[in-house]
């Protein structure tokens, strides 16, 4: 389950038709018209390096509005499989992401937290709207550069 602050998040659509964008990032599934303004929608399972997700019966499109490491704002919607419900996480119950392996893309985290005994995933809007960045399965560990000897 995953989970985006409420104050990054500007309304939740009902998911539309799309339109492909030729040559676009893998993450990037299409573009909609929202109000008379171009609108790329993200596919954040794509980011993690999973399957793009199948639209659902209650797949929909949350638009959020960020500011990326640039200082650039950027709109943009996320799919998700269903919105459920709107909860308050407490910063005290907050943790760091997880830090296990190379290939865990940390930067697309704010945090992990319980809510009702489960994980949430809380993830963080700028770099998961930076199509700059690679999605997980462009990654190549062995294209970071070598450690230098001391």
């Known amino acids: 389950?995953?989970?985006?602050?409420?104050?990054s998040v500007r309304e939740i659509?009902?998911?539309p038709e799309l339109t492909?964008?030729?040559m676009a990032p893998a993450a990037v599934r299409?573009?909609?018209n929202l109000r008379g303004a171009v609108v790329p929608v993200v596919d954040p399972q794509v980011r993690f390096g999973k399957p793009a997700s199948a639209p659902g019966r209650r797949t929909c499109i949350v638009i959020v509005e960020t500011t990326l490491a640039d200082g650039s704002a950027r709109t943009a919607g996320v799919v998700v499989?269903?919105?459920?419900?709107?909860?308050?996480?407490?910063a005290e119950d907050i943790e760091p992401p997880p830090t296990f392996g190379t290939r865990l893309r940390t930067?697309?985290?704010?945090?992990?937290?319980?809510?009702?005994?489960?994980f949430v995933i809380l993830l963080d809007p700028a770099?998961?709207?930076?199509?700059?960045l690679p999605d997980e399965g462009d990654f190549d560990p062995h294209s970071l550069p070598e450690p230098l000897a001391a």
Do not use: C, F, H, T
């Open 1 to 7: 389950m995953y989970a985006v602050g409420i104050l």
């Open 81 to 90: 499989d269903a919105v459920s419900e709107v909860v308050d996480i407490a």
């Open 13 to 15: 659509i009902e998911y």
């Open 30 to 32: 299409g573009v909609i």
């Open 127 to 132: 770099p998961l709207l930076d199509l700059d």
């Open 107 to 118: 930067e697309l985290l704010r945090g992990v937290a319980k809510v009702r005994g489960r």
């Open 20 to 22: 492909p964008v030729p």
